[in-house]
């Protein structure tokens, strides 16, 4: 089940079209699913618990439909909260062929943490997301891998399936190179008010060179800022 919203009222995206995908679509790969989730407390959360248990939404079907029906060039966000299509760590693959068909011509955009790298699943699911993600990006619907901090980030880039956005501690403000030599921009909106999704568009560039980061923020900011310790 998925809830679409045609114009959002979140101060950070912006009056866009955004949606909403059920908490099974998310992986266990993801640290942020025991903790550290942005979506996982406040207001967006109330309706993200509806949703995964099958109190509010529409059908995929019905959300691809809508998907579709949007004019020409439009900037949209999938998944305020979830993940790309397909329980746990597994994309359903034909479910995101027609999310990407129905894209055509629009300017969406998600986010995932759906596992891409050898060792984090079997090397059946590893192969098909990663084929799933790169076709995507490919086709005009930008799929944003999703890194837990700069090392992470600089694995990720290094598939070239997709462009990479990562992770940060909540208190970095300034844009930084990682390790590997990649330039890492933190996110506009994070910085100024009068910037937002739909004036950014930054995360809807598929082919762009440049790490996008988040800085951890949210009600469980302490645990996502442990999570980027973690994982350095």
């Known amino acids: 089940m998925v809830i679409f919203t045609q114009v959002s009222g979140n101060k950070k ?3 866009i079209p955004v949606s909403m995908t059920s908490k099974v679509t998310c992986p266990d790969t993801c640290p942020l699913k025991a903790g550290g989730c942005y979506a996982s407390g406040g ?8 949703l995964t248990k099958g109190a509010t939404g529409i059908t995929w ?3 691809v439909t809508k998907v579709k029906a949007l004019p020409r060039g439009q900037l949209w966000r999938h998944n305020q909260a979830g993940d790309l299509p397909g329980q746990n760590n597994r994309i359903d693959v034909d479910a995101l062929r027609l999310l990407v068909e129905a894209n055509k011509d629009k300017r969406g955009f998600t986010y995932t943490h759906k596992p891409v ?6 090397a059946k699911v590893i192969a098909e997301n990663r084929a799933a993600i790169a076709h ?5 619907f930008t799929v944003n891998l999703s890194a837990n ?3 992470h980030a600089d694995k990720l880039k290094a598939l070239n399936v997709g462009p990479v956005v990562t992770l940060l501690p909540s208190t970095q403000t300034a844009n930084c190179v990682t390790e590997g030599g990649n330039k890492v921009i933190v996110c506009p909106a994070t910085q100024r008010e009068n910037v937002t999704c739909a004036t950014c568009k930054l995360c809807s560039v598929s082919k762009r060179s440049v790490i996008i980061g988040f800085p951890a923020h949210g009600v469980s900011i302490k645990k996502a800022d442990a999570i980027v310790e973690k994982f350095s």
């Open 61 to 63: 079907k019905e959300f």
């Open 149 to 151: 901090n700069l090392e």
């Open 43 to 50: 207001p967006i959360n109330l309706h993200w618990q509806r």
């Open 13 to 15: 995206t912006g009056p």
């Open 117 to 122: 790298i050898d060792g984090q699943a079997n």
């Open 136 to 140: 995507s990006n490919a086709k005009g």
